[in-house]
């Protein structure tokens, strides 16, 4: 055996790095040897020829990183590089909060119409898998797994009014998310602050999640308060969790919400109770105390019915957009809302700054500016929310079932993303600051722990056999960095900024990140949930 691996030719070795194996395991010395896309062989290769030996020293090797909420499904095809995703080690993401790229149809399409036109993309597809054709088409830079967006299919049987679905109506959107399973979903989602998915109640949400279970999938969801109804919001999963017999993964945990700073240990002894009464509860977070999504989030739930257009249309309407400024008022903390990124010039002028300090530009009250830089860039203001304390992220982040996050789709500091100047910093640097600054310098947690919160702990989740671990049989997602100098560089003033310390990034056995400079290899894969 000994002189048939020496013999071996392997495409590629990674030699004499510390292997972190994705078990949390202390690590080991070892060679890792690479035929095609698979790990061959580990262990002394020193006598064995190689196509292209890579000599690490003192760098660890990983397992390639797994974004649980990655947020690229469309971001692949624009921009196939996924830059922001590669510097960062990330091999593999899941994506699809609520809504997803299939099922569609042209009310969805029109929806999204501001920013597919910006970007110039043609949804051509209207299943899932047509998105998958149109993926592998792209050739993306890594791995992408989907799930089938509740909300998704609520819209294409229901539209955007907030109803509730009779039997047949229900039928068919199991149907759709049936269809979906087959055709490799990895199972259902929700996003129930947004609309339409927030309309939907408790029973449909399980009657969805009872056919991902059927066909082995998970239950994916921004639970429907991250505040001062988190409780409520935790029991509502922890019940379809029971009620569909569904694993359930919690997206990008948190306390948001200066007055429920503190309750994370709550959230915390909530979730431990329901995983020690035998629900599959598991949760995901990003390492920043603000969180990132449209500002159109802030209008009232009723005012989104009907979708954009007619959210825009109840804002134009002066009765109307009175009633909105005086729901919005008392829970708005403008000075904790940043600015990201818009699609309207004019309001892109604005981009960068505080709520508060736009307001005072545009001469209008926060709440006002709000409404109106809404229906200004119809409902393309993204922003970031500085709503959680640095106390509850660490709790957070140290429980043994968080896995890791960065909810934010691929970018690059060029390119047809680069124009939006601005980002949330995890977008570019999540997985740094959960290896240099909270594994290394704050000792939250070992090093071959963090590496298996972002390897081996989302791929039990996503039910993936072939990744997240080193293993002989395993593909070949793999990451070099350096624990002694690996960090995050993005800040919230500056975040279009790669990490440091991660110079080998390979996927699926090729090099697309080599000593630091990208190579042209763009070998990720459209991933299909097998039941």
């Not at 660890?60 to 499904?73: C, H, N, R, T, V």
């Not at 500085?386 to 140290?398: C, H, I, N, P, T």
Request: charged share 25%; net charge neutral.
């Amino acid at each position: 055996m000994i002189a048939l691996l020496c013999a071996a030719v392997f495409d590629l070795i990674l030699s004499g790095g510390r292997v972190m194996d994705g078990t949390g395991a202390p690590w080991f010395r070892a060679d890792v040897g690479i035929r095609a896309d698979t790990i061959a062989a580990i262990g002394d290769l020193s006598q064995s020829k190689a196509r292209r030996r890579v000599r690490l020293g003192d760098l660890a090797l990983s397992p390639g990183f797994i974004d649980l909420l990655g947020q690229s499904e469309l971001n692949a095809l624009i921009d196939p590089r996924e830059e922001s995703k590669v510097r960062q080690g990330i091999t593999t993401e899941l994506t699809g909060e609520g809504i997803s790229p299939a099922p569609t149809n042209a009310a969805w399409i029109h929806e999204q119409e501001p920013w597919l036109r910006k970007y110039r993309l043609k949804i051509d597809w209207t299943d899932l898998s047509g998105y998958f054709r149109r993926l592998q088409k792209a050739r993306p830079s890594i791995n992408e797994a989907l799930l089938v967006g509740a909300g998704q299919v609520r819209g294409i049987v229901l539209g955007f009014k907030d109803v509730q679905p009779d039997d047949k109506q229900l039928a068919r959107m199991q149907k759709l998310v049936d269809a979906a399973m087959r055709q490799g979903a990895f199972g259902v989602s929700s996003g129930l602050i947004y609309q339409p998915g927030s309309f939907a109640r408790t029973p449909e949400l399980i009657a969805l999640a009872k056919i991902a279970a059927k066909h082995g999938g998970i239950y994916a969801t921004h639970i429907r308060s991250e505040s001062k109804k988190i409780a409520d919001a935790l029991e509502e999963a922890f019940t379809i969790a029971r009620e569909a017999r569904v694993p359930v993964e919690i997206w990008h945990l948190k306390i948001s919400g200066r007055a429920n700073w503190g309750r994370m240990k709550e959230v915390i002894g909530r979730i431990e109770a329901a995983r020690a009464a035998g629900l599959d509860v598991t949760a995901d977070m990003y390492p920043w105390i603000a969180s990132a999504n449209g500002l159109d989030a802030s209008i009232p739930d009723w005012a989104h019915e009907g979708g954009v257009d007619a959210m825009v249309a109840r804002i134009r309407d002066p009765a109307q957009r009175a009633k909105m400024i005086r729901e919005i008022d008392p829970e708005l903390h403008a000075e904790d809302i940043l600015l990201l990124s818009a699609v309207n010039p004019e309001v892109k002028k604005l981009v960068g700054k505080r709520l508060d300090a736009a307001a005072r530009d545009l001469g209008k009250t926060p709440a006002e500016a709000l409404v109106d830089l809404v229906a200004m860039d119809r409902a393309n203001v993204g922003v970031a929310r500085f709503g959680m304390s640095e106390e509850d992220v660490r709790l957070g982040l140290s429980q043994p079932w968080v896995a890791m996050d960065t909810d934010y789709g691929a970018m690059a500091i060029d390119g047809p993303f680069a124009a939006e100047g601005s980002a949330h910093p995890r977008a570019f640097a999540s997985t740094a600051r959960i290896l240099g600054h909270y594994a290394r310098d704050e000792r939250l947690f070992s090093m071959e722990e963090a590496v298996r919160k972002m390897t081996s702990l989302p791929a039990r989740r996503l039910g993936l056999q072939d990744r997240g671990l080193i293993r002989v049989g395993m593909k070949a997602d793999l990451v070099a960095f350096d624990p002694a100098t690996v960090r995050d560089t993005a800040t919230f003033e500056k975040p279009m900024a790669y990490p440091e310390g991660i110079p080998y990034v390979v996927v699926n056995g090729k090099i697309v990140l080599d000593n630091g400079k990208r190579t042209k290899e763009r070998p990720g894969r459209p991933l299909r949930h097998l039941p």
